[in-house]
Structures are given as C-alpha cells and as structure tokens.
C-alpha cells in the first residue's frame, strides 16, 4: 500500500534518478542531510514549509501519480499539485453538470451532505452524553434545526441552517473537551488552540477529499452545497461536511482530552494561536492511525479504512449521477 509522507522542514525536493531527493534548508541557508523518498512507495505529499523545485521534478511526480499539498507555517491550506488527470468519463462530466443546473436535483444532494453531517455530530454528541456529559439541550437543539431541513427551498436556507447546527455543535466542544474552551469559532487567524486545531483539521480532510474524488471519474470543481468556485474543488468540501465529525472531530478530542497535544504545543503569533511543528507531528500521528482504523461498513458487508470509506462516497455518488441509485449520505452507527 503507498503511504503518505508529511514534510515538515523547508528545503529543495528534486528528482535523482528514480526517486526523490529532500535536502532541509534553515532559515539561514544551512543546508541538512538529505533524505530519500522512493516514488514506488509514494502517493501523496504534504509540506509544511517553503519548498525549492522545478518544472523537472514536477513533471516526475505527474508521471508517478503522485498528489501534493502545500500548507504555510500557519497551517493555511495554500495549493495542490495534482497529476493530469488519467480518468477522464465525458457521460459522467455531463451528467454532473446536469445535475447541478437541476435545481431538484441539485437540492436534493446538498441537503443530503447536511443530513450526512448532521447525523454524524449526534452521534459524536450522543457517545459523550452517555459519558454524563451535559449535553443534552444541545442535541435537542439541533434536532430542531435537523427537522427544517426537508423544508429549506434552496441552496441557502439550507446553508443558513448548517450554519447554525455547526454553531451549536460547536458550543458542545466546551462541555466535551478537557483543559481547553473554544469559545466562538474563528478561523483567519484561529483564536485559542480548539480553534487553531479544527482549521488544520478541516484542511486534511479536505485534501484527503480531494484525492479520492481526483481518483474517481468525478469533476472536483462541481458541487452541490458548496457554490462552485474559480481556482477550488468545491466538490471536496461537499464531501468533507460529512466527513469532518467522523474524522477531523474525533481526533481533536482524542488529542486533547487524552494530553497527546497540550498547551505547550501551540504559540501565539500575528494576533492569533498556531500549532508548533511537534503539535503538528502529534497530531497527524493520530489522525494517520484513525485513517487507517478499518471497520466493517454496513453496506459493502466488509471491512474497510476511513480512508477509503471516503472512495466509497464517491461512488455511491456517481451511482446517483448515473441515475443506478439514490445517493444516502455514510452516517456512523455507533
């Protein structure tokens, strides 16, 4: 199975002969020991600092299917590389379109990406009020919110009422976590360490998203929910609103409320909080090991990862394109 290589470090990423080769770069020009990285094993990068390349390389990395993220020192999503495109349905592309110009149609998948992401943060609200957490008005907030959902005439009554379902989701983080307050959401910059955690967060699962719709015949730029826009994969964040409880959610409250990240792993800068690079390594150690846990999915009747759980989506998705079967968002049943 190919893996994905998380790079923390500046530095110049080249190509020498058939693999990569990484050279780190401190800020005053000291350069480090190199690190190599076969392709073979390759399929996907994330950097987190400044990265020197050609077009050489670049080229290699599309020759070998190999997807790249790029983030800044903030943990600010800021690109991707993605390899031309090897799976290409012209009935599939048409149809997409189609449904997004259908304003029934159109409706009907986003409102059922909230229903997907709705059902995923009650059961995450429901697992700890079990746990004698006080959460109970919560949940019955958002039951109220949930059955106006059928009701919502277009794409943004519909976002109005995720919006506020997040919210009040949002406001349960205080009750759940421990040692930490979120307070109000806040993103550009994030404002204490709940916040700066969910925006990193929400980022992987967005790029995760975005690879396995680039390795469907899916066109990533047409959305249902989401408006599409120029220069983004819109579709990415349809599917990642019905992914974000399962994933990004239950990792920061492993995290926190077991003191894997603590305090000491953030620092204030630029009016806002930002996870140091040791909080960033500690956080993508759990969130690799939630991507890899596998359980057995209720349709397939077999077991699978949480990351190809998101492949399936896909699927399940271009079967209602196709018109073969309506799509139903995954919700956890536990």
């Given amino acids: 199975m190919k893996k994905t290589k998380y790079i923390f470090s500046s530095g110049r990423l080249e190509r020498k002969d058939n693999t990569l080769k990484f050279t780190p770069v401190d800020p005053e020009g000291t350069k480090g020991g190199a690190s190599y990285l076969p392709v073979v094993e390759l399929e996907t990068l994330y950097f987190f600092g400044s990265i020197d390349a050609n077009s050489n390389l670049y080229t290699f990395l599309g020759q070998n299917q190999i ?12 690109g991707s590389f993605m390899p031309k495109e090897q799976l ?3 009935e599939l592309v048409i149809r997409q379109s189609q449904a997004y ?29 079990r746990r004698e957490k006080p959460l109970t008005d919560f949940i019955s907030t958002i039951e109220k919110l949930e059955e106006q959902l059928e009701a919502a005439a277009d794409i943004s009554a519909l976002m109005g009422l995720e919006g506020n379902i997040r919210q009040t989701y949002y406001q349960a983080f205080d009750h ?5 307050e979120m307070g109000n959401r806040s993103r550009q910059p994030p404002s204490n360490e709940v916040n700066a955690l969910i925006s990193f967060g929400n980022s992987l699962c967005y790029t995760l998203c975005m690879n396995a719709i680039y390795h469907t015949q899916l066109n990533p730029t047409i959305s249902f929910l989401h408006q599409p826009g120029r220069r983004r994969y819109s579709l ?66 077999k077991s699978i990862s949480y990351k190809h759980l998101i492949k399936v989506e896909c699927y399940k998705l271009i079967n209602d394109l196709l018109g073969i079967e309506t799509y139903k968002p995954f919700k956890m049943r536990w």
């Avoid at 997807?67 to 800021?78: A, G, I, K, L, M």
């Fill in 67 to 78: 997807d790249v993220h790029f983030f800044d020192y903030y943990e600010n999503y800021q």
């Fill in 88 to 90: 290409l349905s012209g």
């Fill in 101 to 129: 110009t259908d304003k029934k149609h159109r409706l009907r998948l986003a409102r059922a990406f909230v229903y997907g992401a709705v059902g995923n943060i009650q059961k995450n609200l429901r697992y700890y009020e």
């Fill in 176 to 180: 759940i976590l421990e040692g930490f």
């Fill in 236 to 301: 990415a964040l349809d599917l990642a609103e019905v992914f974000k409880p399962i994933l990004v959610d239950k990792v920061i409250f492993t995290v926190l409320n077991r003191k894997i990240v603590q305090k000491e792993h953030f620092e204030r800068k630029m009016e806002g909080c930002f996870l140091k690079e040791n909080g960033r390594k500690k956080f993508i150690e759990v969130w690799q090991e939630k991507l890899k846990e596998t359980f057995k999915h209720p349709e397939l009747k």
